[in-house]
């Protein structure tokens, strides 16, 4: 698990295919000094499992489906990546909680400067937008933003300068891709309606109670 909250921009220093696998070498000396063999860190947003290191670079392999659903396919020697270690417990939650997990690729579709800051307009896949709402939490690239507006087909967010120099974000143009990944409280709510709104639990003998949880309750306060 991560914040969205990157620690470093790291190189693409090797790209090697072995059967349906990707293997990404990245250099970063300041997320090296802590990483492990078998630690989690996420690459632009995905999480990917390391599998060598050493102090200067590090090694992770995308498998055929991480690489169908991100655009982690489309990084060559010398691409700059957002990079994060996985979240441990203690750390402070400066972001908000991300999976690593990529819902799919978006398409920059607008750049405009708002004073200080850029207003990205971002084109998602149809299944993620009932996942964005107005002023909520939404991972592009492995950055955590705040959805600023949310349009019938797209959304917007607003990077301060800060955000644009720690991150590649600084990097994307019109028609870029990029990795998304929708809040997971949105998620379960999602899944919940998808469901029809029934009880998670039903009343059994030896069994948890029923959920209270309807869609009127949800109504009543604020949810729906």
Known sequence: MFTGLVEDVGRVVEVSRRAREVYFSVASSRVCSELEIGDSVSVNGACLTVVSKSDQRFTAAATAETLRRTNLGLLTVGSRVNLERALRLGDRLGGHLVLGHVDGLGHVSQLAKEGEALLMTITPPSDLLPLIVPKGSITVDGVSLTVATLLPDAFTVSLIPHTLGVTTLQERRVGDLVNLEGDIIGKYVARFFALGAEPVFQ???????????????LRQHGFA
Do not use: Q
């Not at 009343?203 to 309750?217: A, F, R, T, Y």
């Open 203 to 217: 009343e059994e003998s030896h069994g948890p109670p029923s959920s209270d949880i309807s869609l009127d309750v």
